[in-house]
């Protein structure tokens, strides 16, 4: 158990709907970091934020957006699903506010657009 | 494009052989590698880590090796092991960790 909680776990959705995935850091942990992971492919970085503050941004859509709370749980909402869309989307965090350091995922939610 | 390439996406290696990972990159920015390992229904995990001063980490039974002037780098384990057997990422590191596709290591006895 890295300390990282993702929810939800799965999820089923249609096509043109929106979603939020929740992430959870380990405790003391300040940077959060979404990847997404599609079949076949590796790891996408998608956005990083760290104490509340965006401070990287990957390969992510307009359609998707994110951010970090007070608490330091983050949200990514993704709109306007599309097929293509369907991945395991993964959050990480570490305690550096770069990479610079190990980061520990969460298990991941499954996505799937229908 | 893809800036860190693992281009075999599957090993097969006996127990208590050597396997040995590779992995291709194209950003000379990276400053650092990583190698993280998956087993399936889990995240990602930290393996070993070098720094790019540096052509030669080992942390047990696992050894990266860095070759700059080739922008490549490989894992070693050695002895393999059953409990070995995932899927092995290489990561490049500046301000952001650049996965690559992956490579999936099955250790039989």
């Known amino acids: 158990d890295s300390g990282v909680t993702q929810t939800p776990k799965h999820l089923i959705t249609a096509t043109g709907q929106r979603v939020t995935l929740r992430c959870s850091p380990r405790?003391?942990?300040?940077?959060v970091y979404w990847y997404q992971q599609s079949l076949d492919q590796g790891l996408q970085f998608l956005i990083h934020?760290?104490?509340?503050?965006?401070?990287a941004k990957g390969n992510i859509l307009e359609r998707f957006s994110a951010q970090q709370f007070p608490d330091l749980h983050s949200e990514l909402n993704l709109s306007s699903l599309e097929l293509g869309d369907s991945a395991l989307y993964f959050c990480?965090?570490?305690?550096?506010?770069?990479?610079?350091?190990?980061?520990?995922f969460g298990e991941g939610s499954w996505l799937t657009v229908v | 494009d893809q800036q860190v390439k693992q281009n075999s996406p599957s090993l097969s290696v006996q127990e208590g052989r050597i396997s040995i990972l590779n992995c291709d990159y194209t950003n000379s920015m990276f400053d650092y590698f990583l190698w993280y390992k998956k087993y399936p229904a889990e995240g990602p995990t930290f393996l070993i880590s070098i720094s790019s001063i540096k052509d030669k980490n080992e942390d047990g039974r696992f050894t990266v090796f860095l070759n700059k002037s080739a922008k490549h780098l490989s894992l070693h384990i050695v002895p393999s092991q059953p409990g070995d057997s995932a899927v092995y990422f290489c990561v490049g590191g500046t301000d952001k960790l650049i996965f690559g596709t992956g490579t999936r290591l099955q250790v039989f006895p």
């Open positions: 990480a965090s570490s305690v550096a506010p770069n990479a610079r350091d190990t980061i520990y």
């Open positions: 934020y760290y104490n509340g503050e965006e401070r």
């Open positions: 405790s003391g942990d300040l940077s």
